[in-house]
């Protein structure tokens, strides 16, 4: 089948690229003429594990390719994805002028029945104003549909090639055949592709990662509450995790959750419940508790130490999680912020996230090249992303780095046993301080 992309971001490139490997020859189509040029060139300009191996070899084979001209990329298309950026309006909803303004210019140019799918997180009635962009000036029969994607970033090629379930939203049943042929290659071991009317596909990506982010925040409350009366959150995590209701997942409490997803869909679907006057209170508590939590090491820091001015941090992990070089929403930005306004000097290491880092930052942390370099001199060690380079690093030569053997760990990378046997103090989250 012939497709189209519209928009190469992360979601875009990804979508693009694992259809092509499953046989179907794939126009990307992207404004921004520089990077059209740089993939062009088969260079990919997002880390995602897995990506290069599929990006060159759909390449090599004819079935990938990259266009600026949104005509010519459409050309023979079945489908058309907008891939497009949905960022939060200063009033938190979902900015839809990029989805709409492709919209506008498709309808003219449409030269048969064309299927096109919203791909981005967007809140409930878009497939409705998207029909109306296109239909207001289109010579030919079309379908929108919602194809929500649950993609985690870092397992992204996995997760698109074999999904949990596929959402397809459409009233359409020429659409549905269409898009369930497309899908039949990733769900042969019998995921379900569920069908549904496009507003119920809408909001059930936002229930999806509202749900996830609540049960992140759940936890993160019971750490919290873990600390007051002497419990283990780890041991709490085991103990209701165990229960097939609960399940195991996502239930790591930590400094709070980030990325391009959770923030910006929590916060989208309480202003679009308020749209609807409806008080979606739940959410307005993740959101201000999410926030709070993120900072919670630095209480933890200013009680251990008082005055931090002067004094060097080394911080393990800038990414909001690892396996990416998303510095989006990240906690660790949040953390180094409040480090450098009480005067405190910031050392770090990130194994993909650091020229992001410095992009933003620029000179005002020092950027080393491993996480030992980064403690070297430091006054402490915060640990902000769970790269599993840090999960067994050697205790004994981080001792000699350290000025004072003292760890903030925003991850509970470290058993507290093995700490106060190693002699360090150590602070996790939901588990009792190790004082040494
Ligand atoms: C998420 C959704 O999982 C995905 O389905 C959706 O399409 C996009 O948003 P992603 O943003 O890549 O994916 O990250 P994810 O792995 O879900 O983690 C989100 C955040 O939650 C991270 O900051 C992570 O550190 C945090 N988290 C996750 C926790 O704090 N505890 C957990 O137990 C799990």
Redesign the pocket.
């Given at each position: 089948m012939k497709i189209a992309v519209v928009g190469t971001g992360y979601v875009g490139l990804v979508t693009g690229t694992c259809f092509a490997e499953t046989g179907n020859h794939v126009t990307c189509i992207d404004i921004d003429e520089k990077k059209v040029e740089k993939l062009k060139n088969k260079v990919i300009p997002i880390y995602e594990p897995g990506l290069d191996v599929l990006f060159d070899r759909n390449i090599k084979q004819g079935r990938l390719d990259f266009t600026t001209n949104l005509k010519e990329g459409i050309k023979g298309a079945k489908i058309i994805f907008l891939a497009l950026p949905t960022p939060p309006g200063e009033d938190g909803s979902a900015d839809l002028s990029y989805i709409l303004k492709v919209a506008d210019d498709l309808g003219p140019i449409l030269e048969d029945y064309t299927v096109i799918v919203d791909k981005s997180?967007v809140p409930v009635g878009t497939a409705d104003k998207v029909t109306a962009a296109i239909a207001a000036n289109a010579k030919v029969e079309f379908s929108v549909v919602s194809n929500?994607?649950?993609?985690?970033?870092?397992v992204?090629v996995e997760?698109f090639m074999k999904p949990d379930r596929v959402v397809i939203g459409t009233s359409s049943k020429k659409a549905q055949k269409i898009m369930e042929e497309l899908y039949a290659p990733l769900v042969r071991q019998g995921n379900p592709v569920i069908t549904m009317d496009e507003k119920s596909a809408e909001l059930t990506?936002y229930a999806?990662?509202s749900f996830?982010?609540t049960?992140?925040t759940f936890?993160?409350e019971i750490a919290n509450m873990c600390e007051l009366v002497g419990a283990d959150v780890d041991m709490v995590r085991k103990g209701v995790g165990t229960d097939s209701r609960i399940g195991k997942?996502?239930?790591?409490?930590?400094?709070?959750?980030?990325?391009?997803?959770?923030p910006k869909?929590v916060q989208a679907l309480a202003k679009s419940a308020k749209e609807v006057n409806y008080d979606f209170e739940i959410l307005n508590a993740v959101m201000s508790k999410n926030e709070t939590q993120k900072t919670k090491l630095i209480d933890r820091i200013k009680d251990h130490f008082g005055d931090i001015k002067g004094k060097t941090f080394s911080v393990w992990g800038l990414a909001?999680?690892p396996y990416?070089d998303?510095i989006r929403?990240?906690?660790a930005l949040v953390n180094i912020k409040a480090l450098l306004d009480a005067g405190a000097k910031v050392k770090t290491y990130d194994p993909e996230a650091m020229e992001n880092v410095k992009g933003q930052l620029g000179d005002s942390i020092e950027f080393c090249e491993d996480e030992y370099a980064a403690a070297e001199g430091a006054d402490a060690l915060l640990i902000m992303t769970?790269w599993p380079v840090f999960r067994t690093p050697e205790f004994d030569k981080i001792k000699t780095l350290l000025k004072e053997n003292v760890i903030f760990d925003g991850r509970n990378l470290y058993n507290t046993e093995t700490m106060a046997e190693l002699g360090f103090t150590y602070y996790s989250i939901g588990r009792a301080a190790v004082k040494n």
């Open positions: 997180t929500p994607e649950f993609l985690r970033e870092g992204a997760d990506k999806a990662n996830l982010a049960k992140i936890m993160n997942r996502f239930l790591f409490a930590g400094i709070g959750y980030g990325g391009s997803c959770f869909d909001f999680k990416t998303d929403e990240a906690p769970e």
